[in-house]
């Protein structure tokens, strides 16, 4: 997304480089980070509005998707209102809201459910399993392993920013001969495991 300077390999989206093809690799790829960084002088209707013309989409069409996402993530009484006013379980849906709104192929969630109650927490999950179902590729980082346990099918876990493991999670919770996630990732870090 061009938030971090590559320092060494190379990343591709769909056959697009991200450094000599940045506006079509850019174009495939909805970030919801884990910080808001959302226009205070915006609306949260504008947020939606303006995040998809940059992606150029002619203004009518930009409405239209606003007003599907306001409702899809029961933010319509509140597209008035500035995004000081949400509540951080608002803001968190607002943030995915944004990184949907010109319908990426890749879908980027960091910290996806955090300050979400749990309610809102598990009709989330639904959705993440409906659109990658549908074809999104979905890349989630989180520290809630029950979470990742529950919705991811391959897992990479970083330890100390070097990529430790990275396999389909059957396999990689078979291989380590742990039930549980947290287990795995625990014996990784070179942590105690429970017994």
């Known amino acids: 997304?061009?938030?971090?300077?590559?320092?060494?390999?190379?990343?591709?989206?769909f056959g697009h480089d991200v450094i000599s093809d940045f506006r079509n690799s850019r174009r495939?790829?909805?970030?919801?980070?884990?910080?808001?960084?959302?226009?205070?002088?915006?609306?949260?209707?504008?947020i939606l509005t303006f995040q998809a013309g940059y992606y150029g989409m002619p203004l009518r069409l930009a409405k239209q998707?606003?007003?599907?996402?306001?409702?899809?993530f029961e933010l319509?009484?509140?597209?008035?209102?500035?995004?000081?006013?949400l509540s951080g379980?608002?803001?968190?849906?607002?943030?995915?809201?944004?990184?949907?709104?010109?319908?990426?192929?890749?879908?980027?969630?960091?910290?996806?459910?955090a300050?979400?109650?749990?309610?809102?927490?598990?009709e989330l999950w639904d959705f993440l399993r409906d659109i990658n179902r549908s074809g999104m590729t979905i890349l989630m980082t989180s520290h809630y392993l029950e979470e990742v346990e529950m919705l991811c099918t391959r897992i990479g876990i970083v330890n100390h920013g070097k990529l430790?493991?990275?396999?389909?999670?059957?396999?990689?919770?078979?291989?380590?001969?742990?039930?549980?996630l947290q287990d795995v990732f625990l014996e990784l870090v070179g942590r105690r495991t429970r017994d």
Do not use: C, W
Request: without cysteine.
């Open 164 to 180: 430790v493991a990275l396999e389909d999670k059957q396999a990689l919770m078979a291989s380590h001969g742990k039930e549980s």
């Open 65 to 72: 998707r606003a007003r599907e996402l306001l409702e899809r």
């Open 1 to 13: 997304m061009g938030l971090a300077t590559i320092q060494g390999g190379s990343i591709s989206v």
């Open 115 to 122: 300050a979400m109650d749990v309610e809102y927490r598990l």
């Open 76 to 85: 319509t009484d509140k597209r008035r209102a500035s995004y000081l006013q």
């Open 28 to 46: 495939l790829v909805g970030l919801s980070p884990q910080d808001f960084n959302f226009d205070r002088f915006l609306s949260v209707e504008e």
């Open 89 to 113: 379980g608002m803001k968190r849906r607002l943030a995915l809201a944004r990184a949907l709104v010109h319908e990426p192929r890749v879908l980027i969630l960091d910290e996806p459910t």
